[in-house]
């Protein structure tokens, strides 16, 4: 299935693209397809199991607050989120939950949403089945689902059945300048003497008109806008039992005093592009409206970098934001293709590591680098994130994950202005970096794999 910029680029809610955006698109899809193919009358009860990874820190990453309101409806891309604690407030009291918002049914969270952290589906850590109960106790419906990172939901088999894998993917698109490695992209470059970003705009034409690609583009740099906004404005400690504190508001507010922007210390640029990274994993946290980016572990980094361009770079413009974007999304493609962008699967590799790595090779492209140091930028990114664990704190995505972001972006920033200064050539391709990265996720021990089993997650205890 070819993928394109909005499948890497998708606006939602926090604070996870795999346990909580991709939960919440499966659930609303088998609500769809159980209301099509059931009579509403004839439901009595929905469960829904959460295997592996999604059992294992569901809790913690919203994943059975994401089942309910996807099957009350909900998409992740639209959902008010100031509404959402209402909304759960009201499922939870009258112990109803609205399918689709059409078709009530008793709802009791603690029978009907099971975790299964011990067992797992076989096709990836991020399995869930759902199964609809006629009220005669006999099953109206069984589909099993993978959220497999970055929001990407894949169905099961047709029968329901849990452990079936699914169907392989058909190539849905033959698009008009196909790539699957960084090897092709540099070569289409040089055949079509073009950037990345346009051969991404000529894919992209396949799918719609290009005045909408841009129009996509801009409200995805809007919503990054509006994210760090909010994220710089609230203050106060995030949910989830650890008194993590918002640092983003008292650090603008400390930038500030100092003269901002113009301050005279050098490094305050670093301390800016900190400030948009904690602005968006602190928002995040919270369960506010972010881009996925290429997921929303890592959601920080991307904005972060692009934010530095529009304030630090002289010359930067809207042009420029659409370009950072296209080929930041071609190098996630790269990843999502031929390794994973799942923390589950991976580790953190799969989400900071290729966050970095898109930033460093947008970053050089936007600030006039060629396809080839574009490629070292975006090697660099990776190299440097091997074998990166995932061990959240708590199962929450908040320690180690809003620190690493900013970490990660001033790191993206640092492999391009790398690549830049260099002419294209290195040791190490990006092809065969995305090939370690996998290699080395296979390897990691699932302890390590978002899990909270492993490293931080059990060296620090809930105070
Ligand atoms: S440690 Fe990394 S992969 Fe794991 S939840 Fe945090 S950001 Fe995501």
């Not at 290429?294 to 991307?302: D, E, M």
């Not at 799969?350 to 680098?369: F, Y």
């Not at 092809?431 to 699932?446: F, H, N, P």
């Amino acid at each position: 299935m070819a993928i394109g910029v909005f499948d890497i680029f998708k606006i939602g809610i926090g604070p996870s693209s795999s346990h909580t955006v991709g939960p919440m698109r499966a659930a609303r899809m088998f609500a769809r397809t159980l209301l099509a193919e059931a009579s509403g009358a004839d439901i009595a009860r929905v469960v829904v199991e959460l295997y592996g990874s999604l059992g294992a820190t569901g809790k913690g990453h919203g994943t059975d607050t994401a089942v309910m309101l996807g099957l009350a409806g909900h998409d992740p891309e639209i959902v008010d989120v100031s509404l959402v604690e209402s909304m759960l407030a009201e499922m939870r009291d009258q112990q109803t939950l609205v399918l689709l918002g059409a078709q009530p049914i008793h709802f009791n969270e603690t029978s009907d949403i099971l975790f299964l952290p011990s067992e797992t589906l076989p096709f990836h850590p991020n399995g869930m089945h759902c199964v609809a109960y006629g009220h005669n106790g006999v099953a109206l419906l069984e589909r099993s689902y993978y959220s497999v990172g970055g929001g990407f939901v894949v169905q099961g088999d047709i029968d329901g059945k849990p452990g079936a894998v699914p169907p392989a993917l058909p190539d849905m698109a033959e698009l008009p300048r196909p790539f699957r490695s960084g090897e092709d992209l540099l070569r289409l470059c040089e055949e079509y003497s073009c950037s990345i970003a346009d051969l991404m705009r000529t894919n992209e034409a396949h799918w719609r008109p290009e005045e909408e690609t841009i129009a996509g583009l801009q409200r995805i740099w809007e919503t990054m806008q509006a994210c760090v906004e909010r994220g710089c404005q609230t203050a106060g400690v995030l949910p989830g039992g650890f008194n993590v504190r918002r640092r983003a508001p008292e650090l603008l507010g400390r930038l500030e005093a100092r003269g901002g922007h113009d301050g005279a210390d050098p490094l305050t640029i670093m301390d800016y592009v900190n400030l948009y990274a904690l602005a968006v994993n602190e928002e995040n946290a919270a369960g506010g409206r972010v881009v996925t980016a290429p997921t929303n572990g890592a959601a920080g980094i991307i904005p972060a970098v692009l934010h530095y361009y529009w304030h630090f770079i002289e010359g930067a413009s809207s042009r420029g934001v659409e370009d950072f974007l296209l080929t930041a999304a071609a190098i996630g493609i790269l990843y999502k293709e031929n390794a994973s962008i799942s923390g589950a699967e991976v580790g953190c590799q799969g989400e900071v590591g290729v966050a970095c790595s898109m930033a460093a090779g947008a970053l050089c492209a936007v600030l006039g680098g060629t396809p080839e140091q574009v490629e070292n930028a975006a090697e660099i990114g990776m190299e440097h994130h091997l074998g990166l664990t995932c061990d959240p704190v708590g199962g929450l995505v908040q320690i180690p994950c809003i620190e690493r972001n900013a970490l990660a972006a001033v790191k993206a920033i640092n492999a391009a202005r790398m690549a830049l200064h260099g002419d294209g050539t290195h040791n190490v391709s990006l092809d065969q970096v995305i090939k370690t990265m996998r290699e080395t996720g296979a390897d990691m021990l699932s302890k390590y794999k978002e899990t909270s089993q492993g490293g931080l997650a059990v060296n620090i205890v809930e105070c």
